[in-house]
Structure formats: C-alpha cells, structure tokens
C-alpha cells in the first residue's frame, strides 16, 4: 500500500508559479513511475505530467509541457510539480499518484486557484 500527501497549493494571481509537493509512504517509493492529475471544477480528473522511475523521463499533457516541471527525490519519497506562467485553466484539485493511477492510492489533492 502507498499513501499519498499533497501539498503546496493556495491562490496566486495569473503569472504566477507555485510549486506542490506529494510526500510518499509505504511501499517503496522508487518502483514507481509517479504522475500528477487534476480535477476542475465540473471536470473529469486528467493527466498532467509524469516522472519514471529514474527521474530522467518525463511526461506532460499538451496544456502545460512548456510552463511545468515534475520531479522526485527518491531519497526523500516526494515528487514535485513546479507550475510557471499559471493560468486561470489550471485551477483545479491537483493529485499525485502512480502512473498509471491505482485507485487505492488517492489522496486529497491539493487546491490551486489562478485568478485573472
């Protein structure tokens, strides 16, 4: 089993970065590929952008491949997501998760609201 905390989000103005953290426990943390998601208001949830296990490879949906960043730390069991340039569409409950996304691994997510 693996537990899943995101943190990191709050309210910044359109331009803005922020930067969320998803703090990882149980199994161990480097057998996985790990992916971020989010969920809109009124959406479905979506991929965002992924990491292999190796830190190197990485993943992204369209939207955001040129203003985010993922990353992990394996000695720190966290994944990271650096969000530039945001825009008032990238407000949503962001999750981590494995990728692909079990769905016992769900956590809260963590708000990000980009005001215009």
């Known amino acids: 089993q693996v537990q899943l905390v995101e943190s990191g989000g709050g309210l910044v103005q359109a331009g803005g970065s922020l930067r969320l953290s998803c703090a990882a426990s149980?199994?161990?943390?480097?057998?996985?590929?790990m992916g971020w998601f989010r969920q809109a208001p009124g959406k479905e949830r979506e991929f965002v952008a992924a990491?292999?296990?190796?830190?190197?490879?990485?993943y992204y949906t369209t939207s955001v491949a040129d203003r985010f960043t993922i990353s992990r730390d394996n000695a720190k069991n966290t994944v990271y997501l650096q969000m530039n340039s945001l825009k008032p569409e990238d407000t949503a409950v962001y999750y981590c998760n494995t990728e692909p996304p079990n769905t016992n691994y769900w956590g809260k997510g963590t708000l990000v609201t980009v005001s215009s």
């Open positions: 990491i292999m296990r190796n830190g190197v490879n990485t």
């Open positions: 149980g199994r161990t943390f480097n057998n996985y590929a």
